[in-house]
């Protein structure tokens, strides 16, 4: 039965990603890079081997699995990778790696990878593991703790193995000289945990039996144990020494010029002054001359000089008053310019406005309300 899965590293790629944002130097940089694709890596390692785990025991309700569990003991820590328990309550303490390019064991038991340059030692997982399963072992003999017996806490075992990839090449030395048989392929581990207990004695058969607990039991410890997890919270700003509070890097932006003392006076007469006589215009007048550009030949021309062209210069409504008296037609109220749908008043700009987008409001005058209702 699967108890727990695998946490999600989500929350830690993205902090390390938003680290890479801000002012950081190239050393930092590369630190906060290979922080990113150890925990790709790791990921990658740890699902391959949950995958052959639960592949065989997910569905079975003699072992309970429990995958990245992380306990906290006194000030100590151990990760477990993985974690398999049966009733009889034996413990697979499994440490799962990624050596992509293999790795090699020395008779001293030192762990060696290639790097692409040469090869560099690790830190041992067979020591790695052990401290795990000590720590494991302080946790679960804590009184009340264990399932019971006829009142007898029921005494576990406990196994160490080192979970590699299956494409991983182990280069080991003689038993002999380093006993490395815990240093398994995940595709290994069914057959190394089937070939354990066929080769059980009769006496460990018979001891096991003794030791048997129900499948709810066995769920019941499994859960306790799940709620002892305390997932990891790292500081990556602290670990890699970098300031949260410095702005990010500036990224490339597109440069927009902007008018400035010494900005030549006939860009400045394109933007905001008649080309004709020098007068200052307005944006409307503007955006007029830019729509016609073709009539005043890409100029930009007050009204005046518009007029002195001999063609009609922009519309400018003129103050509308409202019509009073029993002399006042619909045709008359629509000049002066009412709401063609609610009868309500509007002023000049608003009038103006519907003109230069009558096609918007079928040629109609309208108020904002109106308008909006549209």
Request: aromatic residues 8%.
């Amino acid at each position: 039965m699967l108890i727990k899965k695998r946490d999600n590293h989500d929350a830690d790629i993205a902090s390390l990603q938003h680290l890479l944002e801000c002012k950081i130097t190239s050393n930092q940089r590369f630190l906060i890079e290979r922080e990113m694709k150890c925990i790709g890596s790791g990921a990658r390692g740890e699902d391959s081997s949950a995958y052959y785990i639960d592949f065989r025991y997910k569905d079975s309700p003699n072992w309970a699995i429990l995958h990245d569990l992380r306990l906290e003991y006194r000030g100590f820590v151990a990760q477990i990778d993985h974690l398999l328990i049966n009733r009889f309550l034996d413990f697979y303490v499994l440490e799962s790696k990624n050596y992509r390019s293999g790795v090699k064991i020395t008779p001293e038991g030192e762990f060696l990878v290639w790097n692409g340059k040469t090869l560099v030692a690790l830190e041992s997982p067979i020591e790695q593991n052990k401290r795990h399963i000590d720590l494991l072992q302080r946790v679960i003999q804590q009184p009340g703790f264990l399932p019971t017996k006829l009142g007898i806490s029921i005494s576990p075992f406990l196994l160490s193995y080192v979970i590699v990839a299956t494409n991983s090449r182990v280069d080991r030395p003689a038993k002999a000289e380093f006993d490395s048989s815990m240093v398994i392929k995940a595709d290994a581990l069914i057959a190394a945990i089937d070939k354990r207990f066929s080769s059980a004695t009769p006496v460990g058969i018979i001891s096991s039996i003794a030791k048997t607990v129900t499948e709810e039991t066995l769920e019941t410890f499994a859960r306790r144990l799940v709620r002892l997890h305390r997932p990891s919270k790292i500081d990556y700003a602290g670990k890699f020494g970098v300031k949260l509070d410095d702005p990010p890097a500036p990224k490339e932006q597109k440069v927009i010029p902007v008018a400035t003392a010494s900005t030549s006076a006939s860009n400045t007469k394109k933007e905001s002054a008649c080309e004709g006589c020098g007068a200052s215009v307005d944006e409307k007048v503007v955006y007029y001359c830019r729509i016609k550009k073709e009539k005043f030949g890409g100029k930009i021309l007050c009204r005046s000089c518009q007029q002195s062209t001999g063609i009609n210069p922009i519309a400018q409504p003129k103050p509308i008053e409202p019509m009073t008296g029993a002399n006042a037609t619909s045709s008359d109220v629509e000049k002066k310019g009412t709401c063609e749908k609610c009868g309500a008043a509007v002023d000049a700009k608003v009038a103006y406005f519907c003109r230069m987008n009558k096609n918007k409001f079928d040629g109609k005058i309208l108020c904002r309300s109106c308008q909006k209702a549209t």
